[in-house]
């Protein structure tokens, strides 16, 4: 398995309070993006980087922040949860050198994210 | 309506038999990869096909691609309970910037004993 990691793997919180998750890779690849899981809409892009600092919008990203201080590290922020939320959250990884097509994405085990 | 959509949404069948999923698209393509999620985990990567390839075979998979019909399809042949699963197609469109993918909502496929 690669080794992708996400902290924390559960959350429960309540509307209005920031969230930081967290996504970890011994992967050394360049590309990490974060998603969304819900019911009905598959897997959804909220945010994606493609180098450290360098980081982009998905399809889902309003309320949404990211940063990427470090290769090894991909940090999604929620600055004031809301119920809408409410969701399981995935970290992938890809490794791209300068060719970044025809690559696949590995997957971490998710968070599940409820705001209440 | 999304990039990769996945036909039919559910498919129960007995082991030993063969499932063939669908999935539709409506951009051009990169290439078309195939996920399967095990219940509360995350996503595996199954196979990757490029535009220009017709056809791919893992193992027990096989997956075709059809860029005039924007489609593909995943066969697993003589299948498992282990099997038992939700799979994903996924789109990396031409239109878009790095390695960006847009994943439809899957099938649950059941494999019983």
């Known amino acids: 398995d690669a080794g992708i990691t996400q902290s924390p793997r559960h959350k429960v919180t309540e509307t209005g309070t920031p969230v930081t998750l967290r996504c970890h890779q011994t992967e050394n690849h360049r590309y990490m993006y974060w998603y969304r899981q819900d019911p009905g809409h598959g897997l959804r892009l909220i945010h994606y980087?493609?180098?450290?600092?360098?980081?982009d919008k998905g399809e889902v990203s309003d309320g949404y922040s990211v940063s990427r201080s470090k290769t090894e590290d991909f940090l999604l922020t929620l600055e004031s949860a809301t119920s809408s939320q409410t969701s399981v959250y995935f970290c992938?990884?890809?490794?791209?050198?300068?060719?970044?097509?025809?690559?696949?994405?590995?997957f971490g085990d998710g968070t599940r994210l409820s705001i209440l | 309506s999304q990039q990769g959509e996945e036909d039919p949404q559910a498919l129960s069948i007995q082991e030993g038999e063969n499932a063939t999923m669908n999935c539709s698209y409506k951009?051009?393509?990169?290439?078309l990869q195939w996920y399967r999620q095990n219940s509360g985990r995350g996503l595996v990567h199954l196979i990757l096909i490029r535009s220009n390839e017709r056809e791919k075979h893992s193992g027990r998979l096989r997956v075709t691609l059809d860029t005039s019909k924007k489609s593909s399809s995943l066969l697993i042949t003589a299948s498992r309970a282990a099997d038992t699963a939700s799979y994903f197609c996924?789109?990396?469109?031409?239109?878009?910037?790095?390695?960006?993918?847009?994943f439809g909502e899957g099938t649950q496929l059941t494999v019983n004993p």
């Open positions: 980087s493609y180098g450290v600092k360098d980081t």
């Open positions: 951009t051009s393509i990169n290439n």
């Open positions: 996924a789109t990396d469109a031409k239109e878009t910037s790095g390695s960006r993918l847009t």
């Open positions: 992938a990884i890809s490794e791209s050198g300068f060719r970044p097509r025809n690559q696949p994405q590995h």
